[in-house]
């Protein structure tokens, strides 16, 4: 319904325009309650072999919104309903900003991709705090990601940024994730090199220890490092004891493969063409760190076997964004329900239909070598 119908509507509309109505429409689920409990009911597929527990943190599936798609925290709840276990609200900065002008948003619909270079539009700390705070009972899991105002990183004041939204939002989020990887706020990137980062993480992981209550800190990496900066990321990660890291952000490569118009815009390029790339960095985090540090996977995931190659790959949880743009928001409902049938088919758990799907991938990748030797 929502790829045959309601998405060739939409597909007419500027991007970012759909963007906006569609989380409008959310936010009135958001603030029905009633109408939230009867989708509930609908679209339930609460089943305890999906959930995951990352520290103290329980997921009631391995399916997260990614960072940008609900910025603000406008409609937590209703992910939740939609089957999402957890949304990652954010990028939030200390102060609203406006971002960079539009257009900002480009769909490449021939290669299942979206470019954005939006810079971080939102309506700051305080107001998504506040919003947030009207949240209630446990789920889904929220998590808020940080970062800082285009101005002070323009200062070389990047840090104090961060410490702000993290005093800010802290009291509402169940994990925070400090995001220097997004490619479109001029030099954030260069916070991922060891010695910036290492300062970086010092100090906000100081401060978080000053909360009493201790939440799970976790960074957000780009896909366009190379492993020994990897390798450096993994170094800070370990000196701090961060709670986990979540790969990958957008790519500023473009490969030769995109057909789209589209393809030659600015900015950070995210779905399909992302997946490969995605799949290989979290494979090279996790025979680096195995099970000492979680990861979040995320890029082009669409469908179930998609999850199944992140959860194969190292990760323990996964996120969607592109995926609901081409999908609808019903993708992550579905998916689970497939994962549901394909544990209940092969009577096995989450992670050991992730290994029977990595032991198969590797045979169709063995016969594909076969045949081209
Ligand atoms: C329009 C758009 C805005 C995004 N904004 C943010 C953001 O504010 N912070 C962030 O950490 N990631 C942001 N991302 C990156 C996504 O969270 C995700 O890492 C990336 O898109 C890869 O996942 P996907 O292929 O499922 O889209 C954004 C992505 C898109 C497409």
Not at 84 to 102: D, I, K, L
Not at 191 to 207: K, N, S, Y
Not at 339 to 367: C, H, I, P, T
Request: charged content about 25%.
């Amino acid at each position: 319904m929502y790829r045959n119908v309601i998405y060739p509507i939409l597909q007419r509309i500027d991007a970012e325009r759909t963007h906006d109505i569609v989380l409008q429409l959310l936010s009135r689920v958001e603030r029905a309650p009633r109408l939230r409990a009867l989708l509930r009911r609908l679209l339930s597929c609460d089943d305890p072999r999906l959930a995951v527990t990352v520290g103290e943190l329980h997921f009631a599936n391995p399916l997260g919104v990614a960072a940008g798609l609900d910025k603000n925290g406008l409609a937590v709840q209703t992910w939740g309903t939609f089957g999402f276990g957890h949304v990652e609200v954010g990028t939030v900065t200390p102060q609203a900003q406006p971002g960079n002008p539009r257009p900002r948003l480009f769909r490449l619909p021939p290669d299942r991709a979206v470019i954005n270079r939006m810079g971080f539009p939102g309506h700051g700390a305080d107001v998504v705090r506040q919003r947030l705070t009207a949240r209630s009972g446990g789920r889904p899991i929220v998590g808020v990601n940080i970062g800082a105002n285009k101005t002070s990183v323009e200062e070389g004041r990047a840090s104090d940024d961060y410490i702000r939204a993290l005093e800010q939002v802290y009291v509402v989020a169940d994990y925070i994730t400090v995001n220097v990887s997004s490619p479109n706020t001029v030099r954030l990137r260069e916070l991922q090199g060891r010695a910036a980062l290492d300062a970086l993480v010092g100090q906000v992981t100081a401060r978080r220890d000053a909360f009493s209550a201790r939440k799970p800190l976790f960074i957000k990496v780009a896909p366009d490092l190379s492993a020994a900066e990897l390798d450096d990321i993994l170094a800070v990660c370990t000196a701090y004891h961060v709670d986990g890291i979540i790969a990958t952000n957008t790519t500023i490569a473009r490969p030769s493969s995109l057909r789209s118009a589209a393809r030659s815009e600015s900015g950070g390029l995210s779905g399909a063409p992302l997946r490969q790339r995605a799949n290989d960095v979290i494979r090279y985090l996790y025979s680096a760190a195995g099970d000492t540090l979680p990861i979040i996977g995320v890029g082009g995931v669409f469908t179930a076997e998609d999850v199944l190659a992140k959860l194969a790959a190292g990760a323990c949880l996964v996120q969607l964004y592109t995926g609901v743009i081409y999908e609808g928001p019903l993708v992550a409902w579905r998916i689970n329900r497939e994962l549901v049938r394909l544990m209940e088919q092969r009577d096995v758990g989450l992670a050991q239909l992730a290994a029977e799907f990595n032991s198969n991938e590797r045979a169709v990748r063995g016969k594909r070598e076969d045949h081209a030797v």
